[in-house]
């Protein structure tokens, strides 16, 4: 078993949790990440899962490791749905990881989409929602198993075992009309705690500076587990310490209630958290009682913030403008199972990308994601997954209320968080025979009330559903411009409009599909037809890729110039916003799976990301760069485009995305100028160049400047003048070798054998003999369907034999064939 992080172990204790911590004395904390078995489908019961012998030979367990989802890999299998039914795990405790005296917690960070927990054969908890974490106290149940213990289970042995079920349920949210997977799995970390008798439930901390920033105070609202109704009075010990580590204040509290154990600390001239130094605040708690001791820790930060009323947002006082982006569950090979080490690395990307705002779409995340927010200064929007479909029930409506309380309870501390979103697309209906808008505002004025009486100092927010817009605090409409409609000039008109029309307008989900790795040397091709005038507001049925009026996100060539320049368009627009607006955040990071859009290039995937679903940086990565981030960089447009096509002579622009005050462009070793950035002179903030290229091989670099520091970049791209004809006949050579693992790349020609660059026929390749194609993952090069970009595909096969024959086909093309050999 894997030891907890110790920043991630303090876990709160009953089905309304409170944050992650340290934990100390008697409390222990475990992940349980190995020993795990799986098996898909369902069970008679919780004995299949115990018996021994011949009755056990079916089902067949698979040995897995936690966390781990049922979808990881048919979430992108372009040719079936992906799995929505049950399946079960098992595991077994140690009488060691049980310790004497102790009440023993299963505390679950996120399970798709119910669950049941048995010890045995009992049952000891249900839980209906994706999304939030819960606690199971199993220790009843571990002493009743350990006086009628299974024969067939080792001594000594606790036998866990776990149901999950992700399937299609109209009375649940997220409806299964959202454009992403619902997950079935233990996608997120299992732990194992053991406490005393009397032990911390929730700790919420509230740090309200003064309105001149000299001093703040926390106030401490604790919360008990005492299942046993220990009696006596209880002693608390709360310490604070400084972000350097500094012990700074210390306050006792007495009494055998939570009410009595409140407390306040003052802070003089506090740190103040903020997006560039986002210092963090340390406040200790030890709890004494008859049945032990328990100690906790909290994370917390001291800030204030304001959505000025058609006007800009501010952070401890200071005008900040919001740069966002979104965020799915959702990685190639894990599905939302993501490993931590990965959760990690994708927040980081996020901020060497220049984010300071997430908005996390569209359920409560992982701890991990919030603490990592919290620690690299990105403010947060979280929100419940009442996602689409309508309005349901009774059933319904009480799982949007309790994953509501569970949200705020769980990420309370959170500095990063100043929203708490409702609802997203509440105005797409499809679940139930009745649509009525003013049951769907009555219940959002319900769970408005009750945000604002859970949390009275955080906002309310919703996206596109307009018929709310006056309900909550800060609202976003569903504005596409240059994408699912109108152009994307049109922006900033469409966001004054949005300005005046509600009293804080936050944009979010913004964004162009493009398929990684597919460029273009003419991309406003065919979008002549494109009506404006009449807003950019998205409409039902524009994100299908056929019907309906003229539009980029049917009409377009999806490739990553188009995007880049929407990117660039919409960036140096908000550069003159930042008086009037709060800001934008742009949909989404990462490229993700949906269940909606199996016509897509890569066929399942929302492929709007700004990196693919392995992290896999886009163009459109180093754009945000150039304008968000003060390190110097430069980024010569291209590096994913090793051929251009075009006329012998032909004039071509080359781009540079940069940060830098001027860049110089070297073509083939000669200079071609200096020019000075300007970021209101699209495109490429002015780093762009009219070149000239050789037929063949030409080599580009730039070198931009800083503030006195030199950065440079530089590609290699090939020019074809010589003309194609329609794509008759697939290529397949190698391109790469790691050990086992071959990667090959398919390409396209026309009949008389010259490349066709700008070639988008759909592909599917195949493999026979001793190896497997290392495929499902949703990427560029790990999707057996595919679209080629720019006439070409990649995939990797995983060898395991001696020979192996892979084919590339397509409709109506000479299928291409290779042999791979060991």
């Known amino acids: 078993m894997q030891k907890v992080n110790i920043q991630r172990i303090c876990i709160l204790l009953l089905m309304l949790l409170g944050i992650a911590g340290t934990v100390k004395a008697q409390r222990s904390s475990e992940r349980l990440t190995e020993n795990w078995e799986y098996v898909k489908g369902d069970l008679g019961g919780p004995y299949e899962a115990l018996r021994t012998g011949r009755e056990a030979l079916l089902p067949v367990w698979e040995q897995v490791e936690m966390p781990h989802s049922f979808n ?173 580590g500094k012990n700074i204040a210390s306050v006792e509290a007495e009494g055998n209630s939570a009410d009595a154990l409140k407390a306040g600390i003052e802070i003089k001239k506090p740190e103040l958290w903020s997006v560039e130094n986002p210092q963090l605040y340390t406040l200790k708690a030890t709890l004494e009682s008859d ?253 299908l890729l056929s019907g309906g009026e003229a539009r980029v996100s049917k009409d377009g060539d999806w490739s990553e110039t188009y995007a880049c320049n929407l990117i660039d368009w919409h960036l140096k627009e908000q550069e003159k916003m930042k008086d009037w607006h709060v800001g934008a955040a742009y949909w989404p990071f990462k490229d993700f799976s949906t269940p909606l859009r199996p016509e897509n290039p890569v066929p399942y995937v929302n492929q709007k990301g700004v990196v693919q679903r392995d992290f896999t940086k886009k163009e459109a990565f180093y754009v945000f760069q150039s304008y968000w981030t003060e390190e110097p960089m430069a980024h010569i447009y291209g590096h994913t485009w090793p051929v251009r096509w075009g006329e012998a002579d032909e004039s071509k622009m080359v781009k540079v995305y940069s940060n830098c005050e001027e860049a110089e462009l070297f073509l083939n070793g000669e200079s071609l100028g200096v020019r000075t950035r300007d970021s209101q002179n699209f495109p490429a903030a002015g780093l762009r160049w009219i070149v000239k290229f050789n037929d063949g091989e030409n080599h580009l670099k730039v070198v931009a400047t800083k503030d006195g520091e030199e950065v440079t970049d530089e590609i290699t791209q090939v020019y074809q003048s010589e003309k194609w004809g329609n794509p008759a006949i697939l290529k397949i050579i190698e391109v790469n070798r790691e050990a086992d693992v071959v990667e090959v790349e398919a390409k396209i020609y026309d009949k008389n054998n010259v490349f066709c660059p700008n070639a988008k026929n759909r592909i599917e390749f195949s493999i026979s003999g001793d190896g497997e194609l290392i495929d499902n993952l949703g990427t560029y090069n790990g999707s057996r369907t595919i679209q080629l970009y720019n006439g070409r595909a990649l995939i990797k096969i995983k060898m395991n034999g001696e020979k192996a024959v892979v084919a590339a086909n397509s409709d109506k093309i000479k299928t291409g064939f290779i042999t791979i050999e060991n």
């Not at 405790?93 to 054969?121: C, N, P, W």
């Not at 049952?123 to 067939?152: C, K, S, W």
């Not at 705690?193 to 700790?203: D, E, K, R, Y």
Request: charge should be negative; aromatic fraction near 12%; proline fraction near 4%.
């Open 291 to 543: 049945s032990g001791t328990d100690e906790f820790i909290e994370k917390f930060g001291v800030r204030d913030f304001e959505f000025v009323a058609h006007g800009p947002f501010k952070l401890n006082g200071e005008s900040l403008f919001l740069r966002g982006t979104h965020r799915h569950e959702d990685h190639a090979g894990y599905a939302a199972a993501m490993p931590e080490d990965l959760i990690i690395e994708e927040m980081q990307m996020m901020k060497e990308m220049g984010v300071n705002f997430i908005r996390l779409g569209h359920y409560q995340q992982s701890r991990i994601v919030l603490d990592a927010c919290d620690s690299l200064g990105i403010l947060v929007w979280e929100e419940i997954p009442w996602c689409r479909g309508g309005l349901g029930g009774e059933i319904y409506k009480d799982q949007a209320r309790r994953m509501l309380t569970n949200m705020i309870n769980q990420h309370y501390n959170h500095p990063s968080i100043i929203i708490w979103g409702l609802g997203n697309e509440n105005d797409w209906p499809g679940d139930f025979p009745e649509f009525d808008k003013e049951k769907i505002r009555t219940f959002m004025s319900e769970l408005n009330d009750l945000s604002h009486s859970l949390d009275p100092l955080r906002k309310t927010a919703i996206r596109r559903c307009d018929f709310c817009a006056d309900i909550i605090d800060v609202y976003s409409p569903s504005v596409w411009a240059g994408w699912y409609r109108g152009k994307y000039t049109e922006y900033t008109k469409v966001s004054k409009e949005w300005n005046k029309k509600v009293d804080h307008f936050l944009h979010v989900e913004w964004g162009a599909s493009n398929h990684g790795m597919r460029h273009s040397e003419d991309p406003d091709k065919g979008l002549e037809s494109i009506s404006t005038g009449d807003g950019a507001d998205e409409r039902d049925g524009d994100f």
């Open 72 to 244: 990881r890999f048919d979430a992108v299998d372009p040719d079936k749905s992906y799995y929505q039914g049950p399946g079960w795990y098992r595991t077994y405790l140690s009488s060691d990881q049980l310790q004497e005296g102790k009440r023993h917690l299963l505390h679950f960070e996120g399970a798709g989409q119910k669950t049941k927990v048995y010890i045995g054969m009992q049952l000891v908890g249900e839980h209906v929602g994706g999304y939030d974490e819960f606690v199971f106290d199993i220790t009843d149940a571990v002493n009743q198993y350990r006086q009628n213990p299974m024969e067939e289970i080792e001594d000594g042995k606790i036998p866990v075992i776990v149901r999950c079920d992700n399937s299609r349920d109209l009375e649940m949210i997220p409806s299964d009309l959202s454009d992403f997977n619902l997950y079935g799995g233990l996608y997120r970390f299992v732990n194992l705690v053991n406490v005393p008798g009397v032990s911390f439930q929730q700790l919420h901390v509230d740090a309200k500076p003064d309105k001149n920033y000299r001093k703040a105070f926390v106030a401490i609202t604790p919360q008990l587990y005492n299942p046993l109704n220990v009696e006596g009075d209880f002693t608390v010990r709360y310490s604070l310490v400084s972000p350097d």
